[in-house]
């Protein structure tokens, strides 16, 4: 039954950044998953969350980063959730709240179903739990009260008595207690199921100690039982799997050549056998003969130990080559998701639409090249309605104020458009 | 080493050339030390390393090449940002590679740059108004300030910054990517300069705001008529852009012809590697790989004969004595290689695979499916190549 589950589950995620000037909605109802050994590309622009999604999964978040909705579950275990008093406070803020309420409860009941069950999936300790089942039944009576009572007033309620628990007495005690909870979750799979590759291998390694140390080290740090040897053999071996001479493990990251830091620093993201390899920009700085033997030795590890791998990046033609599946992200939102020859040959979204037309290519004709009007919106201050809609080629009225669904066009493909379907089936015309 | 015979561009006939570069040279001596300067053991960078091709009247010459290929000092030395250590730059048949003050000024007033970084090209105290002045003021050109002002306005109209009077009380920190790149064009535009080296200008940018800068482009040389020097890391861009391409390799021009010739039929071996490791935004068009070995030499100890010898997967004896020659292979197709024309190189539409047996499993590998070739050449299913390990024919390893 488990092997059967995605690997990686990320539901209804949000990370919101708070800043001086208020907040910025850096990741906003992304839903994705993804199974064992396949790989997905991440694509998007610079600040459109892509970044902020992976590292909601790893829990490096910057401290002003918050995870204010949904979970991610790995391996069947919940990693990271917002907490129902935080996740209530966002919800009620919105206009359609009433809708986002019963489901964030309905999940909450079903949790808590599983949780008198007896199973172990839940992050709350135990009197976590009872303090938080006491405010969900305290908000299902008001909420009970609904239709008696105007609206706004029950919202009013909901809002107070979310406030009270969020500020109100003990509120700090019980943040702290959950937040060693997540850490210690988090420390026993992180490195050791989840790895990552970082933006700039250039400079990912200390510069003054040597590479097989660096990587050394990170063996011992998991596996405290490991003796030195062993660790310097699992280096050895690491380095003939990703192509480096072995004599160069005592050479320091300045002698290594832009490729081959970057082949150490997949080697030491390999050191643990980890489940999922998330690559943030792996080959962004590399030259185009180097990035294509990279992205081939990626493409080699990935099928040949089975490892599922998220590649985060903004060019497409990336992700054409080794993804499995891909997510576009716009602005905070996963705007189109699906498997890749499905969005390559018929892209359901206007921005995925526009984003393809906009690259060029040396393959086949040379073709007249279409710009995206405009730019990316302040994340801090989004357009209403639909992110897109100022850019976009297709939008009416309803883009404007009415955020669009994600629409489901084929099995293994959606989009985050109101006209999803019909872009889809080409039926509708752009201006 | 044996000196190219670098008459071939300069002979070409037919069109004007604006500009006619001639075994162009840039040597960076390298730190010695003490001893070592002492006993004249002085070291250089070949940055450029007799280069020679000729920009035409209107034409955009797209320079592609890795990094530490020398395209970024190509460029610097067309505007004398840099002082060649050798050979001559004919511009509209005036010598300038030895230009020095007030000719030197009177020249850069003629030809202009765009820089990579529009973050740091502009002076962040500076209005975009003062910005795209700053040339004006610096050349003298305008008599009032409100002629001044009038031709501001007119570049930043060009440069598609509507409206102009709108823009130039802003200061950088004000403006997106694209449009810092966009005052960065103006800049250059505002003296109607002759010749424009555009080094990199889109690769800061994002994705969609890209397309735009370089639609942009295209219609500033339309319209004015400019040539422009497309200086650009990434080939597709490049030939989206230019009429015709350089490639560079360690400071020399190995291939130069018309863009859809350099795209369609590379002739010299490091552009049939460079093409095929180009990844191309199509899932269906997994292409074949063509291997070269090593890692980019040193430009201080270039090697002898041809600069590509050492990781050419044709080479022979010859190619390490004698270094080739830039020689007209087809009508407008420059190539450096001993070979060009008689080793078959791979085209990258080929490379989108055929329909084929798998050397490995013998079944039909299909269309578009994932494949891999070998040198050989034989073709298999990526899976078949990754359970062989190596090419069964030629015995290589993959």
Redesign the interface.
Known sequence: MRTTDPLLKVENLKVYFKILKGTVYAVDDVTFNLDRGQTMGLVG??GCGKTTTAYAITRLLPSNGRVVGGQIVFDGKIIVRADLPTELDEVLTKPDWANRLGGVLLREEREFAVFQAGGGQILEAEEEMEDEFAFYTELKGILAERGAVPDDEVRERLQRVTRQHLRGFGAGRRRRRREKEIEERIAAIRWSKVSMIFQSAMNAFNPVYRVGDQIEEALVTHYPDMTKEEARQRVLQLFDLVGIDRSRADGYPHEF?G?MRQRSMIAMALACNPQLLMADEPTTAL???M???I??EIR?LQ??LNIAMMIIT?????V??V?EKIGVMYAGKLVEYGN??EV??KPANPYTI???????????P?RQ?????G??PDLANPPPGCRFHP?CQFAQEVCKYVEPPFVQVAPDHGSLCHFAKEIYEGTLRGS | MVEAESRAVAEEPGEEAIYRVTDLVKLFPVKAGFMGSLFGREQFVHAVDGVSFDIKHGEILGVVGESGCGKTTTGRLLVRLETPTGGSMLFRGEDVATLRGDELKEFRRRVQMIFQDPYESLNPRFTVFQTVAEPLIVHNVGETFAEREEMVAKALESAELRPAEEFMTRYPHELSGGQRQRVAIARALVLRPEFVVADEPVSMLDVSIRAGIMNLMLRLRDEYDIPFMFISHDVSVTRYMSHRIAVMYLGQVVELAPSEEVIKNPMHPYTEALLSAVPVPDPGAKHGRVEIKGDLPSPINVPSGCAFHPRCPYRRDVCKEVRPALREVAPGHYVQCHFAGEIKTRKPDDLVLEEGVCAVCGNLVAKGTKQLTCNCPKIYHEVCAGQAGSCPVCKKAF
């Open positions: 622009e610079s050549s490729g030259d185009v003969i990035q294509d033997r992205l081939a080699d099928r040949e903004h060019d497409i033609s990336v054409a080559e993804g890749i020859r390559f040959e526009g984003l393809l037309s906009a690259f060029p290519s040396i393959k086949g040379r090249l279409r710009s995206i009007p730019s990316p850019r």
